[in-house]
Each structure stands twice: as C-alpha cells, then as structure tokens.
C-alpha cells in the first residue's frame, strides 16, 4: 500500500507572470512586444486579482500547499522605488493561503525581473547584486508565518536563457525568438536553448547564497532555490560525457544547495546524453504538447540524483505535463507519484509534491501547451477545474493511498 508520511505536503504551483497580467514594469512584458512570434501575456488569468478563488478551489479539492511568487517588477517598478501597495497586496495572498489552510510555498524570482534591471546589465551587471539584496530585504518583512522560500526559480534554465539573450544581441542566433518557441535551432532541448554558461551559473550561485542566510536567519523559514532537473542518463559507453554534462546543467546548481534547508526538484521528462552531450528526443506519436517524451518515470530518476548530490531535502516544486487530454495528465502523475514513493521507500527524503500547474497559464511565449489541473476562460476568467484537480486532491487526503485503488 502507498503512504507518504504524515507531514508530507501535496498541493500546486504557479509563477506570478504567467497567472497575474499586465506586468508591465517587466523585461517578459516588453519581450513580448520586441521578439518576433512571441504571443502576449495580457491579462494573462488575472490571478492578481482572483487569487482568492484559485486558492479556495485549491483547498477544497483536499490539497494543502501552494507555490507561488512575488513579483520583483511590481514590487519595485523603478530603481530603488519600492511599491507598499504592492508589499501589501502579496502579503495578502500569504494571509489568505494561511486562512485557507495552506502552506505558502514563496519564490522569490521566477525568471522575470524589471525591465531597468536588465537595461542596467541584470544578473551579471555591476548593480546586479545590489539591487538583488535591496529587493529581498525589502520582501523579508512581508514573509512572517512563511515555511518555504524559493530564491530563484530553475537558475540553470536562466543560465540558458541569460545566454541565448547575449547570442541573440551578438547576432549569433540570427532572429532568436522566445526559448520556448519550437523552430529555434535543436540543441537537445524542447526549449531549443544553449547550454548552460558556467559564469552565469557561478554568478547564480552567488547571487543565491548572498541572500539565503538572511532570509533563514530573518524569518525562520527553510530556504532553498528549485532546480531544473533533466533525469540524464548515459547512452553505452558515455558514462564520462554523463557526468560532464550534468555538471554543467543541472550539479553545480544541486552542489550549491548543501548549504540549504532544500532542494527544489523540477522535473518534466528524461534524455539521453551520447559522446557528443544531450541528445534531442526526435517527434513521436507520445511527445507531450511541448514536444518532451512522455517519461512519467523522470521524477524518480531526478529526486534520486538530486538527493545523492544536494545532500539535503527534496521538495518537488514542479512535476506536470502538457497535454490536452486530462486523462493522460492522471495517468502520467499516478505513474510519477508511484516513482516517487519508490524513491522514497529507499530512503530519499522527500517531503512534498507540488504539480505544475495549478491553472493552464501563459508558457513563455504562447498560450498552446496546457499544464493546469484547472482551465480557464482567457475571456472571462471563468475557473474549470478538471478531474485531475479531485484526483489530486484524493490523492492527498488519502496521503497516496488512494494511488493503489
């Protein structure tokens, strides 16, 4: 019979850009209309005003954690000009989780930053760390009664994107659009990104640490940051290759995290990794709606890697799939939870599962690829739960054990 412990926290997550619309002071926001092919975010759910009802319908489907994030442009909309409105307005959404049962999950950054901020260099400028220290304390007095604090949402898929930003404006990657849109060149990834730059992941890391001890210290929460993680696994004889390319995607990152109270596992599918690094996962009739395989047995894989490298914790801050067909979504998650236990049951301390996502959102870039547990009405912002959001939800109460029925 599955049985996750006691404690162990089931819930969703979501990131504020996607949900909330009109982040306007944003570098996504003008990305939109700058880059080529790139849909707009608009209004995106308005979940910055409807954060309530995704909460409530969160809650009463019997799950009891919810990820999200503060967003860094609203907060601080110019250069040292702080927003006590918007400080209020996220504080609310902590007090309205904790009214509602559940365990706020807050993440600092989630890719998206204001638009000065990368006018003035971002996360490798000369202001970078400044500016980044200034905006987390001005957060921290917000944060009481929060467990669970994210710094930086997948720092080795920013380090990608931080990359592709700086060959875009080179010219090396000709009209680069949005590193999800699928005619970019195959670099192995479904988000047809570069690899990862050491600078900018040793700069990350800099950035994480400069800012996770005051955090801890200051409100008591467990501190960590979420991390991409691919399940890498060795085509015959590439052992070698394996280890060089998980170092440079996804374990320098995990490394950085022994200092942490947690390690935020991210995991979608697998790849292969042959003499020559990652290997693209060509198209098939299973691909998910973002082109990824369909590797249900990804989770295990990565929480068990994460955990021997970290050395800490593990708490799963995104597991999904897009697909259209509920159906397959439960089917995929059933698979993956049953991998998790597994892992688990071998002594991998894991304590929670959080599912991407909470509500079909905006994917950095377009609209198509459809993640959430809930769908909505772009044009009336009519919330559809779907079967997997009560599936979930018996999961949880049942704490798996429903998963054997």
């Not at 365990?103 to 638009?115: E, S």
């Not at 995929?332 to 599962?353: I, N």
């Not at 997997?388 to 704490?399: C, E, I, K, P, Q």
Request: aromatic content about 10%; some cysteine; hydrophobic content about 40%.
């Amino acid at each position: 019979m599955t049985q996750f412990p006691s404690t162990f926290l089931w819930g969703a997550s979501s990131a504020p850009h996607q949900i909330e619309g009109n982040n306007v002071a944003s570098d996504w926001w003008r990305n939109e209309s700058t880059m080529p092919g790139m849909e707009a975010s608009g209004d995106a759910l308005d979940s910055y005003h409807r954060f309530r009802e995704d909460m409530q319908l969160l809650a009463d489907a019997g799950l009891d954690t919810y990820r999200f994030g503060v967003e860094w442009a609203r907060i601080e909309p110019r250069p040292g000009l702080f927003s006590n409105a918007q400080l209020a307005h996220y504080r609310r959404m902590i007090d309205t989780a904790l009214e509602l049962g559940l365990t706020p999950v807050i993440t600092l950054n989630h890719f998206t930053v204001p638009a000065w901020f990368t006018d003035e260099g971002g996360w490798t400028g000369e202001t970078a760390m400044d500016r980044w220290t200034a905006y987390v304390r001005a957060v921290i007095p917000i944060l009481s009664g929060v467990e669970w604090i994210v710094t930086i949402n997948e720092p080795n898929m920013l380090a990608m994107m931080l990359k592709a930003y700086q060959m875009a404006q080179s010219g090396e990657l000709g009209d680069w659009q949005s590193p999800t849109m699928e005619d970019q060149p195959d670099t192995g990834r479904v988000a047809k990104l570069p690899d990862p730059d050491l600078e900018i992941g040793y700069r990350l890391v800099e950035m994480h640490r400069a800012v996770s001890g005051e955090l801890r210290d200051r409100t008591g929460a467990k501190v960590g940051w979420a991390i991409a993680c691919q399940a890498f696994t060795a085509t015959p004889g590439n052992e070698d290759k394996l280890t060089e390319v998980r170092y440079l995607w996804e374990d320098l990152y995990l490394e950085a995290s022994r200092d942490d109270d947690f390690v935020g596992v991210q995991s979608y599918s697998s790849q292969a990794v042959d003499e020559n690094g990652v290997v693209a996962h060509p198209p098939h009739p299973d691909n998910t709606m973002t082109g990824a395989a369909y590797r249900p047995d990804a989770l295990e894989l990565a929480v068990r890697h994460a955990r021997e490298v970290a050395q800490v914790p593990v708490l799963v801050t995104e597991n999904g799939i897009a697909t259209a067909d509920d159906a397959r979504r439960i089917a995929f998650t059933t698979e993956a939870l049953s991998g998790l236990a597994a892992a688990m049951e071998d002594g991998v301390d894991v304590r929670g599962y959080l599912h991407w996502a909470l509500l079909d959102n905006y994917e950095w870039g377009h609209w198509e690829p459809t993640f959430g547990l809930i769908a909505v009405d772009r044009q009336t912002f009519i919330r559809t739960p779907k079967p997997s959001l009560a599936w979930l939800g018996d999961v949880a109460r049942t704490n798996g054990a429903s998963l054997d029925a």
